[in-house]
């Protein structure tokens, strides 16, 4: 009886060891304390001062894109791209597999049990004969005990990349909305250029053939003949170049729409039209405040934030290479000299053993790999101040053209209306007799450009407000 109360409190002190070294372990955390770096831009947005005037000196809450999309159109074919595109879908498996390795990186932190089966068979030298042994139960092989944090800081690092890929998937979301957006409104553009170029030429091959039959009376020299054919060939080299373009645009939204485009999600002439005159139609404001900090939520601060934390948990694990691992092995089950004695009761056995290892001399292995880690740390410091300042240049920019496009698509708008009065003037005056024929095509050269600039001005004050969308973290 008392040999059986011996082990019994043996069994029981071994297990307030176990209890103990459990409690112990990921006490220590030799990992410096992830501190968000001092933001190395202005505190206040460079708001042009109409919006100063009017904007909340509060950051402003981001604009989802279903809010800031307001086309129909649109909005499918946005969708299909965040459904399709093959970017954004590596995106999302790279977040799974961080996920997966975070799980590998916890599994760590817990023992893991086995349960076999062994047999074993050693000489007897006194006796000639072999002495056999089988046992059969669980065990524990080097279950690292984690005194000084090291798994646990490992554990961390893994939940920052994850946090970090999780951020990459929404800067690469962000970014195939903001393409998907200007290459629909680029295709716009197109549409309506080439609307321009087929009128153009239409009007062209009219004067020409007026001009033929001018020729043919006598009343027209072969220099207006021969100006005239030189139109109408500029004009279709013109719309032939559109046709190509606007192709190419067609299989660049298509390849980030991730299929082919249907032909009723496409923008044509009207559509195009209505984007540039109404704005407010296909895209609505952004809302813009004063305070920059709206700049820190942006998915590629916070992935450049994330690698920062990760930097900071290598460095503890950098840190507890220079003190030992403790790791505890252990077994219990049934045990015999026969394999019958495996199903017997009062064979039962455990065993536990913890062992120690320290570095004695690694050649400065140690000291490197912590040198390594302090410099990645730093690496990661800067880049997240560039990406926080990178951000702030792209907002500054965007903001410097929010009002800048809008008073020169003005201008162009009054530019374009009045080269239409002076083509329809001078036409009258060359009907007339009071004006040549150079005066004439000049004015339906001056007329052609008024309409392709306004075209291509509506296009970049649209582009602008997406990139604000972009740079405001969307």
């Avoid at 799974?96 to 000489?123: F, H, I, K, M, Y």
């Avoid at 030429?201 to 004067?207: F, K, M, Q, V, Y």
């Avoid at 305070?291 to 503890?316: T, Y």
């Amino acid at each position: 009886m008392s040999v059986v109360s011996q082990t019994m409190r043996q069994t029981v002190g071994h297990l307030q060891l176990i209890v103990a070294a459990l409690v112990l372990a990921g006490c220590t955390n030799l990992a410096p304390r992830h501190e968000r770096p001092a933001s190395p831009i202005p505190a206040q947005l460079p708001l042009p001062a109409e919006a100063a005037a009017s904007a909340s000196a509060a950051a402003a809450v981001p604009l989802g894109w279903k809010a800031f999309v307001q086309s129909p159109q649109l909005a499918q074919l946005v969708q299909r791209a965040l459904d399709q595109n093959r970017d954004l879908r590596v995106a999302v498996l790279n977040v799974q597999r961080a996920e997966a390795q975070l799980g590998v990186a916890r599994a760590d932190r817990l023992p893991t049990v086995s349960a076999g089966l062994t047999a074993a068979a050693t000489p007897n030298a006194s006796s000639g004969r072999q002495t056999q042994s089988f046992t059969a139960g669980v065990q524990v092989t080097a279950w690292e005990l984690d005194l000084f944090g090291r798994i646990a800081n490992l554990g961390e690092a893994a939940q920052a990349q994850v946090l970090a890929t999780e951020a990459g998937r929404r800067s690469a979301e962000l970014a195939l909305v903001g393409a998907v957006v200007s290459s629909w409104l680029t295709l716009g553009a197109d549409a309506e250029l080439l609307s321009v170029a087929d009128r153009t030429l239409a009007s062209r091959e009219s004067t020409l053939k007026l001009s033929k039959l001018r020729f043919d009376a006598g009343a027209a020299s072969s220099l207006e003949l021969q100006t005239a054919q030189s139109l109408v060939a500029q004009a279709r080299n013109t719309q032939v170049q559109l046709r190509r373009q606007h192709a190419l645009d067609l299989n660049a939204l298509a390849l980030l729409v991730g299929g082919p485009v249907p032909a009723d999600l496409r923008p044509g002439a009207a559509a195009a039209g209505t984007v540039a005159g109404t704005p407010g139609e296909v895209l609505a404001p952004v809302p813009v405040g004063l305070a920059s900090d709206v700049l820190l939520q942006r998915p590629d601060v916070i992935q450049a934030e994330q690698a920062l934390v990760a930097a900071s948990a290598n460095i503890g694990v950098a840190r507890a290479a220079f003190f030992p691992r403790l790791a505890l092995t252990g077994s219990a089950g049934q045990a015999g000299s026969r394999l019958s004695d495996l199903f017997q009761a009062g064979n039962f056995a455990w065993s536990l053993s913890a062992s120690a290892l320290a570095t004695v001399f690694d050649s400065g292995r140690n000291q490197a790999n912590l040198n390594v880690a302090r410099v990645s740390r730093d690496i990661a410091v800067a880049q997240y101040e560039k990406a926080v300042q990178s951000a702030f240049r792209e907002t500054a920019d965007a903001l410097a053209g929010l009002s800048s496009w809008r008073e020169q698509l003005a201008a162009q708008g009054q530019q374009l209306d009045a080269a239409r009065e002076i083509a329809r003037l001078t036409e009258l005056r060359y009907t007339n007799g009071a004006a040549s024929e150079l005066d004439r095509l000049d004015a339906q050269r001056s007329l052609l450009a008024a309409e392709q600039t306004l075209v291509q001005t509506r296009l970049a004050e649209q582009v602008n407000r997406v990139g604000l969308f972009k740079a405001l973290g969307g």
